[in-house]
């Protein structure tokens, strides 16, 4: 690029809501990149004006080397660092390279109209998301902005939320905001019907119905929330792995052995940027470990092939969970040579196989060594007594 890319946030009211500064950014540019709606918002003057092609993503790197030597102007929605172009396009482009012009976003806005503190809504973003997103965020008494991909979308998370058992959530569609035609509409999820603009928020302000499951997002999901084969780490050894691995924002996990995929999936519930890898060679699993992934929520990377082989071209991994096939040659060795200076390596077992192989690991890298024992009360004649599950024990190590 020669000069700075300018980028221009505009609402929906166009041309006339804009700053001087982004109306004089918008008059001296050579070049103005945008849809084809938000170029329609501007008047034409002696710049060329360019639609993005579809998809963007494959072409925006092409297009600006094209048009590099003349000043360029991309018009954003709102505030284009959240969720926006701005962001793309600083991190191809560099920051010194991206000059950026915000204008109030959908979600400030929405907010405004609301009356919610900003600083205590959960932001979601359905646009080029799937629909799913939204489940771990849907907990009671908690306020959801959420960002639509289109007319459909209010339609499909208000049946998302009634199938949930939030059907008495307040729901709000917030249409053309900043503009003249804005409109906002308000009922119950489950009340919902109306046609909407393609330009549109949606505001909820959770409410559980009676018996609605909580789903939270700490470690420790009810069994039942998973479909399974029996291959399902139990809820309480799964609470304890979890505190092991220890989930950080924007880190990555293999799950080898994925079986359910219990551990990959609230690993990826900890937090929006948490990414998981799971391992499985059994076919029938993984599809079954997708639909738990997609039915709570979060996108879980799956691979459907037998360690250590499978794991030879996956991303570098910040902590590895072993809940299967530790015992075969090669396993454990590659995924701690695999595994990064800092990271967690977990290995649970219930076999004396699994425990004659962690004991020998353990005498050698050390680490932390438990075995957890559960108890669950159960009907014995006409009283309760105690009946134990399996002991687990778990073996965890930092590299």
Same mark, same amino acid.
């Given at each position: 690029?020669?000069?700075?890319?300018?980028?221009?946030?505009?609402?929906?009211?166009?041309?006339?809501?804009?700053?001087?500064?982004?109306?004089?950014?918008?008059?001296?540019?050579?070049?103005l990149m945008g849809s084809a709606r938000q170029l329609q918002l501007v008047p034409d003057g002696a710049s060329e004006k360019i639609a993005w092609p579809s998809p963007l993503s494959e072409?925006l790197p092409g297009l600006l080397a094209t048009h590099g030597a003349r000043r360029i102007c991309v018009l954003a929605s709102g505030d284009p660092t959240f969720h926006g172009i701005g962001?793309?396009?600083?991190?191809?482009?560099?920051?010194?390279?991206?000059?950026?012009?915000?204008?109030?976003?959908?979600?400030?806005?929405?907010?405004?109209?609301?009356?919610?503190?900003?600083?205590?809504?959960?932001?979601?973003?359905?646009?080029?998301?799937?629909?799913?997103?939204?489940?771990?965020?849907?907990?009671?008494?908690?306020?959801?902005?959420?960002?639509?991909?289109?007319?459909?979308?209010?339609?499909?998370?208000?049946?998302l939320l009634t199938e949930r058992g939030y059907g008495g959530s307040e729901f709000i569609v917030l249409e053309q905001l900043g503009s003249a035609d804005e409109r906002i509409r308000t009922?119950?999820?489950?009340?919902?019907?109306?046609?909407?603009?393609?330009?549109?928020?949606?505001?909820?302000?959770?409410?559980?119905?009676?018996?609605?499951?909580?789903?939270?997002?700490?470690?420790?999901?009810?069994?039942?929330?998973?479909?399974?084969?029996?291959?399902?780490?139990?809820?309480?050894? !799964? #609470?304890?792995? %979890?505190? @092991?691995? +220890?989930?950080?924002? *924007?880190?990555?996990?293999?799950? /080898?052995? =994925?079986? &359910?995929?219990?551990?990959?999936?609230?690993?990826?519930?900890?937090?929006?940027?948490?990414?998981?890898?799971?391992?499985?060679?059994?076919?029938? !699993? #993984?599809?079954? %470990?997708? @639909?738990? +992934?997609?039915?709570? *929520?979060?996108?879980?990377?799956? /691979?459907? =092939?037998? &360690?250590?082989?499978?794991?030879?071209?996956?991303?570098?991994?910040?902590?590895?969970?072993?809940?299967?096939?530790?015992?075969?040659?090669?396993?454990?060795?590659?995924?701690?040579?695999?595994? +990064?200076?800092?990271?967690?390596?977990?290995?649970?077992? /219930?076999?004396?196989?699994?425990?004659?192989?962690?004991?020998?690991?353990?005498?050698?890298?050390?680490?932390?060594?438990?075995?957890?024992?559960?108890?669950?009360?159960?009907?014995?004649?006409?009283?309760?007594?105690?009946?134990?599950?399996?002991?687990?024990?778990?073996?965890? /190590?930092?590299?």
């Amino acid at each position: 690029m020669s000069e700075p890319l300018v980028v221009v946030g505009v609402g929906a009211d166009g041309w006339h809501g804009l700053s001087p500064a982004a109306r004089a950014a918008i008059e001296g540019a050579e070049v103005l990149m945008g849809s084809a709606r938000q170029l329609q918002l501007v008047p034409d003057g002696a710049s060329e004006k360019i639609a993005w092609p579809s998809p963007l993503s494959e072409s925006l790197p092409g297009l600006l080397a094209t048009h590099g030597a003349r000043r360029i102007c991309v018009l954003a929605s709102g505030d284009p660092t959240f969720h926006g172009i701005g962001t793309t396009l600083t991190r191809l482009l560099g920051a010194g390279a991206v000059r950026v012009i915000p204008h109030p976003s959908s979600v400030s806005l929405a907010c405004a109209r609301l009356g919610w503190p900003q600083d205590q809504v959960e932001v979601i973003s359905l646009v080029g998301h799937p629909l799913e997103l939204v489940h771990p965020q849907v907990q009671p008494g908690r306020r959801l902005v959420i960002l639509s991909w289109g007319a459909h979308t209010p339609t499909e998370v208000a049946g998302l939320l009634t199938e949930r058992g939030y059907g008495g959530s307040e729901f709000i569609v917030l249409e053309q905001l900043g503009s003249a035609d804005e409109r906002i509409r308000t009922s119950s999820a489950r009340d919902w019907d109306g046609d909407v603009d393609p330009l549109n928020v949606i505001g909820v302000l959770c409410q559980a119905d009676p018996g609605a499951p909580l789903l939270s997002t700490s470690p420790g999901l009810p069994d039942d929330a998973y479909e399974s084969d029996g291959q399902l780490t139990k809820r309480e050894v !799964r #609470a304890v792995t %979890l505190s @092991r691995l +220890a989930p950080v924002p *924007g880190q990555l996990l293999w799950d /080898v052995g =994925g079986g &359910a995929g219990s551990i990959a999936i609230e690993w990826s519930r900890h937090h929006p940027t948490c990414r998981a890898v799971a391992i499985e060679r059994d076919p029938d !699993r #993984a599809k079954r %470990l997708d @639909r738990n +992934a997609v039915s709570l *929520g979060v996108v879980v990377r799956t /691979v459907v =092939g037998a &360690a250590p082989e499978a794991l030879a071209e996956l991303e570098t991994p910040d902590a590895v969970f072993v809940g299967g096939g530790g015992t075969v040659p090669g396993v454990l060795e590659a995924c701690w040579q695999a595994l +990064a200076p800092g990271g967690r390596l977990v290995m649970n077992g /219930v076999t004396l196989e699994t425990e004659s192989l962690i004991a020998r690991w353990y005498a050698e890298l050390g680490g932390d060594l438990v075995r957890l024992s559960v108890q669950r009360a159960s009907p014995v004649g006409g009283m309760t007594g105690w009946r134990p599950a399996m002991p687990v024990t778990i073996w965890s /190590v930092t590299k």
